[in-house]
């Protein structure tokens, strides 16, 4: 199974973010194709494939990803599904990337208001969250900071009559995965995130029982 990225111009840290990744699906994903990455291609990367891709909607980050894997799912050499990975997210132990599931944390429909007005991405996901009841679709919050295996013929299909180019846009995989799968595992500790500043001990600690890092900017 292949693997796509999506780079934008937002790294704070020189696209280390990738290295690291990288790194962990080499060392930890079983059963890995080819590696694309769509959009951005920093000049350290080797050996993988480069798909040139602009981010055309100012303010809209989760619709810009959607433009890029739209632009992924239009290739013919990439497998007919790929794991769709982020540059913060780290793979911590050996892992078939075939069995990774479409992973959610908690139903959207349980969340007071006060939570959707936390920062600007709560605002897009609380959009989500009525697009979902629109359409009579589950609620579930897969955007999770995980990994997700999209297929590429479903894809464009889910998005095809979605307003996701919209204002701040929609979540991605909140509306892909409550559209394409009727059930799916809650997250139950299998990721961390590293969002502070902590010493190696407690990252050592934090992560020892751990499949799936997450780290942001302060991480």
């Known amino acids: 199974m292949d693997i796509v990225y999506v780079l934008g111009n937002g790294s704070t840290w020189n696209n280390n973010e990738i290295r690291f990744s990288l790194r962990s699906i080499e060392k930890n994903l079983i059963g890995i194709g080819n590696v694309y990455v769509v959009g951005l291609k920093p000049a350290f990367l080797k050996n993988v494939i480069h798909i040139p891709q602009s981010d055309p909607l100012p303010g809209n980050a989760d619709g810009n990803i959607i433009l890029k894997i739209l632009r992924a799912c239009r290739e013919k050499d ?3 599904e ?4 982020n540059d913060d997210h780290i793979i911590l132990k050996k892992t078939k990337v075939e069995k990774i599931p479409p992973y959610w ?3 959207l429909k349980d969340c007071p208001d006060k939570y959707y007005r936390y920062n600007y991405w709560r605002t897009r996901l609380r959009l989500t969250y009525e697009y979902l009841l629109r359409n009579n679709l589950p609620t579930r919050h897969h955007d999770c900071h995980t990994p997700i295996i999209l297929d590429k013929h479903k894809f464009p299909e889910v998005f095809k009559d979605v307003p996701f180019h919209e204002g701040v846009g929609l979540t991605m995989k909140s509306v892909y995965a409550n559209t394409v799968f009727k059930e799916a595992p809650i997250l139950n500790g299998i990721k961390k995130t590293v969002f502070n500043h902590f010493t190696y001990a407690e990252i050592t600690e934090r992560l020892k029982a751990t499949q799936f890092l ?4 302060e991480g």
Do not use: V
């Not at 997450?214 to 900017?217: F, K, Q, T, Y």
């Open 78 to 80: 990439p497998s007919d």
């Open 214 to 217: 997450a780290i942001n900017d």
């Open 82 to 85: 790929f794991l769709f990975i």
């Open 105 to 107: 944390k908690l139903d």
